[in-house]
């Protein structure tokens, strides 16, 4: 376990901001750092809870985190958030309280900002205007790709597309095909918008296949061009 002092997280957060912090001017940086706090989420833990009313812009530093709604006897994951991840603030921008629930996929590092203090920003600096306008249309781009995945594709595929999502978002570990990610049956179920039965019979097949290796939670793909074959086609 890496043990950092304050200064040296701080650093290590400014640094990972840079893209966010790189469009502020030097005065707004230094207000938004000052009103800036931090919180280590262990693995399960709640971020936020569908129905409450957004405060804090939040950013996922380390760690990864899952957005998903709840809904009749289970959970559909509607996206995965990887670091660096600016998330929590659409329904602040459009005036709503989150239609969402997040949590921790594993220890995550999170730095919240005062959302009313990100919006003063906004009104004066179209640069970071324009940044998140990007993240959103960013977001809204992957979330239309994942509806169409998730409501027109057979079970099969949209297993293989969740596969190809995560490995996407999180990449895999030094040795090229084993994903970084360790999700657990019941999340790659929500996140597929099937059954955890279904996902663990469908998972088999595709280990049958040659198409993955699976050992516990650790995923590896076997042969990424026909995974995404199947992907699109089922």
């Given at each position: 376990?890496?043990?950092?002092?304050?200064?040296?997280?701080?650093?290590?957060?400014?640094?990972?901001?840079?893209?966010?912090?790189?469009v502020?001017?030097?005065?707004?940086?230094?207000?938004?750092?000052?009103?800036?706090?931090?919180?280590?989420?262990?693995?399960g833990?709640?971020?936020?809870?569908?129905?409450?009313?957004?405060?804090?812009?939040?950013?996922?530093?380390?760690?990864?985190?899952k957005?998903?709604?709840?809904?009749?006897?289970?959970?559909?994951?509607?996206?995965?958030?990887?670091?660096?991840?600016?998330f929590?603030?659409?329904?602040?921008?459009s005036?709503?309280?989150?239609?969402?629930?997040?949590?921790?996929?594993?220890?995550?590092l999170?730095v919240?900002?005062?959302?009313?203090?990100?919006e003063?920003f906004?009104?004066?600096?179209?640069?970071?205007?324009?940044?998140?306008?990007?993240?959103?249309?960013?977001?809204?781009?992957?979330?239309?790709?994942?509806?169409?995945?998730?409501t027109?594709?057979?079970?099969?595929?949209?297993?293989?597309?969740?596969?190809?999502?995560?490995?996407?978002?999180y990449?895999?570990e030094?040795?090229?095909?084993?994903l970084?990610?360790?999700l657990?049956?019941e999340?790659?179920?929500?996140l597929?918008?099937m059954?955890?039965?279904?996902?663990?019979?469908?998972?088999?097949v595709?280990?049958?296949?040659?198409?993955?290796?699976?050992?516990?939670?650790?995923?590896?793909?076997?042969?990424?061009?026909?995974?995404?074959?199947?992907?699109?086609?089922?």
């Open positions: 376990m890496v043990i950092r002092t304050k200064d040296a997280e701080r650093e290590m957060i400014i640094s990972s901001l840079s893209d966010l912090f790189g502020l001017s030097e005065g707004e940086r230094a207000h938004l750092l000052a009103c800036m706090t931090r919180r280590l989420y262990r693995k833990e709640i971020i936020y809870r569908e129905g409450d009313i957004p405060r804090q812009l939040l950013c996922l530093v380390t760690g990864k985190a957005v998903y709604k709840d809904g009749v006897g289970r959970s559909q994951i509607v996206r995965v958030v990887k670091p660096v991840g600016y929590g603030y659409r329904a602040a921008f005036g709503q309280a989150y239609i969402t629930e997040a949590a921790a996929l594993e220890p995550a999170i919240k900002f005062p959302l009313a203090l990100v003063r906004i009104r004066s600096n179209t640069q970071l205007a324009w940044f998140f306008i990007r993240q959103l249309a960013q977001a809204l781009g992957s979330s239309d790709e994942r509806t169409v995945a998730l027109q594709k057979h079970v099969r595929a949209r297993l293989a597309d969740s596969i190809l999502y995560l490995r996407e978002c990449g895999t030094p040795d090229g095909i084993t970084c990610s360790r657990s049956r999340d790659m179920a929500n597929s918008n059954t955890t039965s279904n996902a663990i019979r469908t998972l088999s595709l280990q049958q296949e040659g198409l993955v290796n699976v050992d516990g939670r650790r995923i590896s793909i076997l042969d990424v061009d026909e995974l995404r074959h199947v992907s699109e086609i089922g």
